[in-house]
């Protein structure tokens, strides 16, 4: 029965879990979005710091990473054929942001979903492991005065503190399973 309760309940708590990143990596993502304006993504591409506003929206995205919860990574991409223009790439401390108009490949996590972001279709929320380690993903299209989309806002964080948090509660839960046992068996 304990070890029945630590299976469901830990299922549980990781379904959860998962929805909570998910809905602050959404969150953040739909804010970037909001601090681009699309009809200058082309303009802040090719000229970067140089074009207007574009150092005012990079502040803005900015605070976003900052002020959002275990946000490893904040950006905008244009997503082209030849792989995804930046647009903002703002710095970690580990990794410097890539430069407007530098052109980072398609990750291997993200090849199914290249007709999609192409098309300019919103994805579901994505956990990859690459070169920059296990991150959630979630996409929020730039769209100009006409609906289409122009850009990407994406923003990831880190699975690590996920793992980190599910082995303390299965932690928890073995160590109440097996106070109840002793408890039992004393009785």
Do not use: W
Request: hydrophobic share 40%; with cysteine; aromatic share 10%.
């Amino acid at each position: 029965i304990s070890g029945a309760a630590i299976i469901i309940s830990s299922s549980y708590y990781s379904d959860k879990l998962m929805a909570e990143y998910e809905n602050s990596c959404r969150s953040a993502a739909k804010q970037i979005a909001y601090h681009v304006d699309p009809a200058k993504v082309d303009l802040y591409v090719r000229q970067g710091e140089a074009a207007p506003g574009y150092l005012e929206a990079k502040q803005h995205i900015t605070r976003v990473k900052e002020s959002t919860a275990g946000l490893t990574y904040a950006y905008v991409y244009q997503v082209q054929e030849d792989g995804c223009h930046v647009v903002f790439d703002i710095d970690t401390k580990e990794t410097p942001g890539a430069k407007p108009g530098e052109v980072e490949p398609f990750d291997a996590g993200f090849s199914k979903y290249k007709e999609d972001l192409l098309a300019g279709k919103a994805i579901e929320p994505i956990v990859t492991n690459d070169k920059y380690g296990r991150l959630l993903t979630v996409y929020e299209p730039v769209k100009d005065a006409a609906g289409k989309t122009v850009a990407y806002a994406g923003a990831d964080i880190n699975m690590g503190q996920f793992v980190q948090d599910m082995r303390i509660f299965i932690i928890k839960m073995l160590a109440m399973a097996f106070g109840i046992t002793m408890l039992m068996c004393a009785l």
